[in-house]
């Protein structure tokens, strides 16, 4: 089945930095990807839908200049938290589908504890 | 706006028995699909089943079968033969072009 990797698998940073976590499709080319948060014992929720070559799409209440997205090649999606706060604390989880297929496959999430 | 419902918190099951999770959701569109995916202690989703919604033949993988109810807006999952593996967090999910809007989550317990 297509995979899907996320770099780093954690992350310890202060408050006040900046972290970004990749998101690749390892044997397959998406021109849509997908970012979600999970906070602990929660469900998964859709933060944006990052388009290759394009500016993401946010879902409502998820700040853009907080979360910047970029998705500059077909295989590569990344998520930046600027200027992270304990509150940005989560598992955060990119997926990606290999051409129209209603079916996505995620990658293996990135938890961000700040301090 | 879509909406997925999960009622139940939690299901706990004896191994090689049976138990069925509940899902319901609210949409307006007549083309999308369902999922059911299972996350493990290890937080890696995995796609359990998948069913298109104009299919009216419910869908069956293994031990994992659902019954779709598009009328009623339900998509139930039945796990048969549990086994330990079994045993995670399951999330039901619509999804319509790409993105998915996931239930709550139950939780299956699974005892020997």
């Known amino acids: 089945g297509a995979v899907v990797s996320q770099h780093p698998s954690w992350v310890i940073c202060k408050s006040g930095t900046s972290v970004k976590i990749e998101c690749r499709s390892l044997?397959?080319?998406?021109?849509?990807m997908f970012w979600y948060r999970q906070f602990p014992k929660q469900s998964l929720m859709l933060m944006a839908t990052s388009n290759e070559g394009s500016k993401a799409t946010y879902e409502q209440g998820v700040e853009k200049d907080k979360f910047l997205i970029n998705h500059a090649s077909l295989t590569l999606s990344t998520l930046t938290v600027t200027s992270a706060h304990p509150e940005d604390s989560s598992f955060y989880i990119c997926s990606a589908r290999p051409g129209s297929t209603g079916e996505l496959f995620f990658g293996e999430g990135s938890r961000l504890t700040v301090l | 706006a879509q909406t997925v419902t999960q009622s139940q918190p939690e299901m706990s099951v004896q191994e090689a028995e049976t138990v069925t999770l509940s899902c319901t959701y609210d949409?307006?569109?007549?083309?999308?699909?369902l999922f059911w995916y299972k996350q493990p202690p290890s937080r890696q989703m995995i796609l359990v089943i998948r069913?298109?919604?104009?299919?009216?033949q419910n869908a069956t993988e293994n031990r994992f079968s659902v019954n779709f109810q598009k009328a009623a807006k339900s998509f139930s999952l039945k796990i048969s033969d549990s086994q330990l593996g079994d045993a995670a967090m399951y999330f039901c999910?619509?999804?319509?072009?790409?993105?998915?809007?996931f239930g709550a989550g139950t939780q299956v317990v699974v005892t020997p």
């Open positions: 949409t307006s569109e007549s083309d999308y699909y």
């Open positions: 044997d397959f080319q998406a021109t849509t």
């Open positions: 999910a619509y999804g319509s072009w790409g993105k998915l809007q």
């Open positions: 069913q298109e919604a104009y299919k009216q």
